[in-house]
């Protein structure tokens, strides 16, 4: 599969907008993988970024504001063949979505989330959003943002999701390669980009672009390799370390703050649930079972 | 007052010297606290019922409060039509002094009062019923003995009304140990400690209180399948399965939420998935996301949370993806009387949300209904990809009803999603055609994959700003409604077929409606019945049913509003403007008495200028029948 074949309508953001990278990479995420095209499956909530599935030439949907997690759970869990992709920003995952953002981590249903995180209403053009740093000037807080932003890594890991990772729209490999990541982790997986929005919050993430004279921290992951400078790097599959790392201040680090391969996904135990119950019930046909439900109400 | 079907009702006349009075149907209600298993004894009354093909509809309230508290079970039980809970009982048994206080105001003069005379002192001065003192707790302790206390006082219960009604003991014991069978064996032994003291107790102490009912007459008796028992919430679940519904999503509400425990405690046996979700909703958009992947989904609440699915219902008819919505209505608005019957959100149904969303609304009238209304609704969704609620209640849900077993090798709908190629030409939203999406997953030949969306669209799925496109789509959505209407069957019509007046029923109202039918037919007013099942789209052709008659007077559990109308009587009113329709409202959280129409049917009538050429004194009858 091709970026020709998979390239639908032409994006509606504004020139220089960091979604564009976002979109280019997934092209690419998805060329690596060679999934069959019809069990793709791309799929928003409302915003800017959550315009993406109109971008993408596969089966996909765009549906109400912050509410795109549990209708893609549905889909994931409804077919275990398909392969779902959810995309956002930051007000749809951490505001109006906040609660199934928490809740579809905890249950950790197969799916991958890449949210696209602005730091700012983009769509209804400037309003302060939930990761706005305090300070920030918007239309709704003309003398700056006075409520602390919300710390996407932390409640992620938090929550209990098990691929948590973190990239920057100008880097262009390091993201592709945290959604191919993503991608091929069985679980909830999801990838923070951050993604400046050049009409209402210019500089955004300024801090970890080195041409303007910022830094790029990556997380440096441990090998296991039994070498003495293998004790410094960050080990992925504990949520302490994780929550510790995000804790670090602004601008922070990228890369994969949080890995755990042990947990079942909720599509796997549904899938038991059903294993179990059918072999109860010995195999028996829908019709033999509802009819025994029956004569047990006589 | 005397129950219609009732030829001699149980302490109604001198004391009788022969046998067991013969009697067609009875109403006992058990008063008690909800932890004293009072809706057990009912539920075991409502199953034998079933099960020697009589007739019976229960009725129960539950506090809403965790355990305890005053908690009531009717069970009306007989052998001709039992179409509605009954007005009054024949028989109260009250267990507690709060019990006795609370409801002997709805014993019928004349009726029985068994009392628990170790909690109970009735008033000494009233001598309208046919008191009758048993040391229901303290003969329990006895009989059971051991640690149990008075646990098992219903059971005694049951075996005392087992004797005074002649009913079929070997039938009821088979009940007892189904039902705690598989528990520890004490228990059955304790249950039947229990009933065996309660049974032998009339012989000794009740003298001549005993009824039998009429033998059931063969001709009605000859039903071809056996009778099942069940509550209206359990028989949605069951009808829902039957429609091949195999996924689903829900949140907890009373009185919704034994529907999801079903479905969640059966799906896994199907191969499906019903998921308890975090908020109302994440369950109305998990349902959709399984509706996407081509299985018909359901998801459900009671009022306050069909509020909050609205914005995804209104996604849900632009995107024109089916779904199943199931409402049971309580006491309202905000959490108002979650434990009781109204009929309030039926505005709610069809015109909540945002924008113009037509949609689909069904309510089922009664037990059996809502088996057969939840197969329709499937069968509805699919065709038209349209949501579809259906609009039952508190009254419903809860309620007891035997009826014939469904034939289900014939109702059985195969659910498998349709994952075939789409052809070339294929369009999600086609002007000309109806809807029929593309689930994830089947392949497109054409390799343009469509969106599926809440933004106006054209017919590839699009977004659109285009004035045209909007008026289009708006239509189209429109327009599906018509075409279902036009294939809806006119709905029941009972008695005269013109007359003085119509009454319309809709949702759990039928069955006390036709009884109102046969009562004000009975005193000479020439009535006719109509009930609804689909409300949204109507019928066509009310309209023509109207006009036979001088008043058609609409009958709902919902407020008459600043106009002076119901909620369906308002939307009959805007539909039809016939000044003539007229409305018959209570909000007391209960279902109608039968009396309670008649009432409102002679209050109406009383009120025309027909009174001058049909006579006043008629109008009495009706009024005091």
Request: aromatic share 0%.
């Given at each position: 599969m091709t970026k020709k074949a998979l390239t639908a309508d032409h994006p509606t953001w504004c020139p220089g907008c960091g979604d564009f990278a976002v979109l280019a990479c997934f092209y690419r995420v998805l060329e690596k993988l060679q999934y069959p095209h019809e069990k793709i499956v791309t799929f928003a909530g409302i915003g800017c970024s959550s315009r993406f599935p109109y971008f993408v030439n596969t089966h996909g949907g765009h549906f109400i504001h912050g509410r795109a997690l549990p209708f893609a759970a549905g889909i994931s869990l409804g077919n275990d063949d398909l392969h779902v992709f959810v995309f956002g920003g930051d007000g749809d995952g951490f505001s109006i979505g906040g609660n199934h953002l928490v809740h579809t981590a905890r249950k950790n249903v197969r799916l991958t989330y890449v949210i696209m995180d602005n730091s700012v209403y983009g769509l209804t053009k400037k309003q302060t959003s939930p990761t706005s740093p305090v300070g920030f000037k918007s239309k709704t807080d003309p003398t700056g943002a006075i409520d602390q932003p919300i710390n996407p890594m932390r409640t992620l890991v938090n929550s209990g999701a098990t691929f948590v990772a973190r990239s920057h729209a100008t880097q262009v490999n390091h993201m592709t390669d945290m959604m191919l990541r993503a991608a091929k982790h069985d679980g909830f997986s999801v990838v923070e980009i951050l993604s400046e929005c050049v009409e209402f919050f210019e500089g955004a993430f300024d801090a970890a672009v080195p041409r303007k004279g910022g830094a790029w921290a990556l997380i440096e992951e441990k090998k296991h390799d039994g070498t003495p400078e293998d004790a410094s790097r960050h080990d992925v599959s504990d949520p302490v370390a994780a929550f510790k790392l995000a804790s670090e201040p602004w601008p922070g680090r990228f890369g994969v703050y949080y890995e755990n391969k042990e947990r079942k996904t909720k599509n796997a135990l549904e899938r038991d649930l059903i294993t179990k119950a059918k072999e109860r019930t010995k195999n028996a046909s829908d019709l033999a079972l509802l009819q025994a439900t029956f004569a047990k109400l006589r | 007052m005397v129950s219609p079907n009732t030829p001699e009702t149980p302490g109604s006349a001198s004391p009788s010297t022969g046998g067991p009075r013969s009697i067609q149907d009875v109403v006992i209600r058990l008063a008690g606290n909800s932890q004293d298993g009072i809706q057990s004894v009912g539920g075991f009354l409502a199953r034998l019922a079933g099960r020697s093909d009589q007739d019976v509809m229960t009725y129960m309230t539950i506090p809403s409060t965790i355990s305890g508290g005053p908690s009531i079970f009717q069970v009306r039980m007989g052998t001709g039509d039992i179409l509605s809970a009954g007005d009054r009982a024949d028989m109260l048994v009250a267990f507690y002094q709060h019990s006795y206080d609370a409801h002997i105001g709805s014993l019928r003069p004349g009726g029985v009062l068994v009392y628990d005379s170790d909690h109970v002192k009735p008033a000494a001065e009233d001598h309208r019923f046919t008191n009758v003192a048993v040391p229901i707790t303290s003969a329990t302790v006895e009989a059971v003995g051991g640690t149990s206390k008075d646990k098992g006082k219903n059971i005694f219960v049951l075996g005392l009304i087992a004797r005074i009604f002649d009913l079929d003991v070997a039938k009821l014991s088979a009940l007892i140990k189904e039902r705690f069978g598989g528990k520890n064996e004490d228990i059955v032994r304790n249950a039947m400690l229990a009933f065996d003291a309660g049974y032998a107790w009339p012989q000794n102490n009740l003298r001549d209180l005993f009824y039998r009912f009429e033998a059931i007459d063969q001709a009605t008796s000859a039903h071809g399948r056996p009778q099942i028992t069940l509550d209206g919430n359990s028989a949605i679940a069951y009808g829902l399965i039957a429609a091949g519904v195999r996924y689903g999503a829900g949140y907890p509400i009373t009185p919704w939420s034994s529907i999801m425990e079903i479905l969640r405690t059966e799906l896994p046996k199907y191969g499906g998935i019903f998921v308890q979700c975090e908020d109302e909703i994440a369950s109305v958009s998990t349902a959709l996301g399984f509706s996407y992947t081509g299985q018909l989904a359901i998801t459900g609440s009671s009022g306050p949370g069909l509020s909050l699915k609205m914005e995804a219902l209104g996604w849900a008819t632009m995107a024109e993806m089916p779904l199943i919505v199931v409402n049971v209505q309580r006491g309202g608005p905000s959490t108002g009387m979650p434990t009781n019957v109204e009929q309030s959100d039926l505005m709610q149904a069809i015109y909540g949300s945002h924008g113009d969303t037509p949609r689909v609304v069904l309510a089922p009238k009664n037990v059996e209904d809502c088996f057969y209304i939840s197969i329709e609704a499937a069968r509805i969704a699919r065709e038209y990809s349209t949501p579809v609620i259906i609009l039952t209640d508190q009254g419903l849900s809860s309620r007891i009803e035997a009826f014939d077993e469904p034939d289900l090798a014939r109702l059985l709908v195969d659910p498998k999603a349709d994952l075939s190629e789409r052809p070339v030409d294929f369009k999600p939203y086609p002007l000309d055609r109806p809807t029929r999406h593309a689930p994830a997953g089947s392949k497109i030949a054409s390799g343009k994959y469509p969106t599926v969306t809440g933004l106006e669209h054209d017919e590839l799925g699009h977004p659109t700003g285009s004035p045209k496109l909007h008026q289009q789509m708006t239509i189209k959505r429109r327009e599906k409604l018509k075409q279902l209407a036009a294939t809806l069957p006119a709905p029941e019509l009972t008695g005269d077929s013109a007359g003085e007046v119509l009454l319309v029923t809709w949702g759990s109202s039928w069955g006390p409606g036709r009884e109102a039918l046969t009562r004000v037919r009975k005193v000479g007013v020439k009535a006719g019945h109509m009930h609804l099942r689909h409300l949204h789209p109507l019928p066509n052709g009310l309209e023509q049913t109207f006009a036979r008659y001088h008043k058609v007077i609409v009958a709902e559990l919902n407020d008459e509003g600043p106009y002076g109308y119901g909620q369906l009587a308002t939307m009959l009113r805007a539909r039809?403007?016939?000044?003539?329709?007229?409305s018959v409202c209570k909000t007391d959280g209960l279902t109608f008495k039968v009396s309670e129409l008649v009432a409102g049917i002679a209050k109406h009538i009383e009120s025309t200028e027909l009174d001058a050429t049909v006579g006043v004194a008629r109008h009495s009858a009706l009024a005091k029948s």
């Open positions: - | 039809h403007a016939m000044p003539n329709i007229l």
